[in-house]
């Protein structure tokens, strides 16, 4: 892939990923003026080969993994080198993020643009049916990676505090990637938890960081696309601060992935294949 290009039109360079802006406090029961970071939420849209595929609003960080977690995770392409250019291309109106792949590549995605149905909801862009949002994730059973549950509370403890954008406005959300022999390798930060994730991905693709040996972290509940999107990493485990949906754990356990929930202090509870715990959990919710 080459390099990044950014290109402005003159009127708008990349905006920040947060803004100071100010406000009125009441506090105690008395009022004065105040100030307060509130994250940047931007149109970004993903062209393909000149075709736009979607449009996201999120935060204008991070763009090139972005780019390349988004194309892997929609199973538009396989490996990083699949891109063959990427530009950055910042208007007035938001950004877009131009994706160009090889031949091959390009016909069979111009193929299914051609079948799609129309627009689609948060977190599942450019499906062609309601079968297809409902498709089976890759299998992960045969990963025989295991973890303690000490493993569990050191990677959510390190989280925090590498959320750098979340101290600054506390209103996004992080996914990080966290492997027991390193510690906390990757997070990425966005308004969006799809897009959090997907960055993540990107970032640990071009990094050329296997999953197969770690755990994904969130800081958000768990849907069925954020499984899908974890066994397209090829990642054993997931664990969330917040509650995972009927569907997600559905999926997670077709799929292989251990899935643990509502990670808090020491606490968590584990919805799916708690065999992959060195300790062994006492129970298991389907």
Same mark, same amino acid.
Request: with cysteine; charged share 25%; glycine share 8%.
């Given at each position: 892939m080459t390099e990044c290009v950014i290109e402005d039109d003159g009127d708008a360079p990349p905006p920040p990923p947060f803004e100071r802006v100010s406000c009125f406090a009441w506090r105690g029961g008395a009022v004065a003026p105040s100030v307060r970071s509130v994250p940047e939420e931007t149109a970004i849209a993903f062209t393909f080969n000149g075709s736009t595929h979607a449009v996201m609003m %999120?935060?204008?960080?991070?763009?090139?993994?972005?780019?390349? =977690?988004?194309?892997?995770?929609?199973?538009? &392409?396989?490996?990083? +080198?699949?891109?063959?250019?990427?530009?950055?291309?910042s208007t007035s109106l938001g950004i877009e993020?131009?994706?160009?792949?090889?031949?091959?590549?390009?016909?069979?995605?111009?193929?299914?643009?051609?079948?799609?149905?129309g627009p689609t909801g948060c977190g599942l862009c450019g499906i062609e049916s309601l079968a297809e949002a409902a498709r089976p994730a890759p299998s992960v059973f045969a990963n025989a990676s295991r973890f303690s549950a000490e493993t569990i509370y050191e990677a959510m403890a390190a989280l925090p505090e590498a959320q750098k954008l979340n101290h600054e406005t506390r209103a996004v959300h992080a996914a990080g990637f966290y492997l027991p022999s390193q510690g906390l390798v990757a997070v990425r930060e966005d308004?969006?938890?799809?897009? %959090?994730l997907d960055k993540l991905?990107?970032?640990?693709?071009? =990094?050329?960081?296997?999953?197969?040996?770690? &755990?994904?972290?969130? +800081?958000?509940?768990?849907?069925?696309?954020?499984?899908?999107?974890?066994?397209?990493?090829?990642?054993?485990?997931?664990?969330?601060?917040?509650v995972p949906t009927a569907a997600g754990v559905r999926l997670a356990?077709?799929?292989?992935?251990?899935?643990?929930?509502?990670?808090?202090?020491?606490?968590?509870?584990?919805?799916?294949?708690?065999?992959?715990?060195?300790?062994?959990?006492?129970?298991?919710v389907a």
């Open positions: %999120a935060t204008p960080a991070d763009l090139e993994d972005f780019a390349v =977690g988004f194309a892997l995770t929609e199973g538009l &392409i396989d490996s990083r +080198t699949e891109i063959e250019n990427f530009e950055v291309l993020l131009r994706v160009w792949l090889p031949e091959t590549k390009a016909k069979l995605y111009a193929a299914r643009r051609r079948s799609m149905a308004v969006g938890r799809h897009n %959090a991905i990107g970032a640990l693709t071009r =990094g050329g960081i296997a999953a197969g040996q770690g &755990i994904v972290l969130l +800081t958000s509940r768990v849907s069925i696309e954020l499984i899908q999107k974890a066994a397209r990493l090829g990642a054993p485990m997931l664990v969330a601060v917040s356990e077709s799929c292989g992935i251990t899935l643990a929930a509502i990670a808090r202090g020491r606490d968590f509870e584990v919805f799916t294949h708690p065999q992959r715990l060195l300790d062994r959990a006492s129970h298991h």
